[in-house]
């Protein structure tokens, strides 16, 4: 499996500090215990072995035939902070934050995003998948002959307990339902390593890449408020 490494410049923004989760509260009760995450997502309490996975560090990817990884670096810390699967022509970053215990911020982050893409002048749309409400996000860009068009972007959340996943589909599986299924079921196969350590809320949990991976360096990448590279563009008239 190839592992790129790329570029990302904008740091998460923290919250009020949270408090550190014993084993006896980890169940029922917590964000993140419903029946969107049946499924997956998954915590690392909820699995038996590590066996299998390739270990990011806060996340745990399913390997799969022609699936490449690309970790994204941000410059100024030289941190890594979102891994790219690059899977048949459609891409799927993923970033995993702390959350509070008792709250969900997948609700709140949806609104965020919005109003970022509207900053922009693009436009998004509410719809609901497999994972809960979903965005999908239009933002504008120029066509290689010159007239305008648009790239897609479909963001999807999990809140899990005490950690919250955020996806985002470019390419084909933006839009396509095909297109975006592998990549929804490699979504549902992750493992989240949230480890015991008090941490703000909207912290990135720390990846890493594995020590037996060798890094190529692939394009740079874009930050999630603005979903540059994957999505299609889309001419419009």
Known sequence: MVFGLGRKAKNAEPAEPDEPLTAAESGAGEPGTSALRQDGPFDETEISSRDGFVDLGALLITPSEGLQLRLEVEEATQRVVAVTLDLNGSSLQLQAFAAPKTETLWDEI???????????????????GAFGTELVAKLPAGLPDGSQGYRVARFIGVDGPRWFLRGVLGGPAALEKPAAEPLEALFRKVVVVRGDSPMPPRDLLQLRLPKDASATPPPAAPTLEE?????EITQIG
């Open 110 to 128: 949806r609104e965020q995003i919005g109003q970022s893409v509207g900053a922009q002048g693009g436009q998004v749309e509410e719809v609901e």
């Open 227 to 231: 979903p540059e590279r994957g999505p």
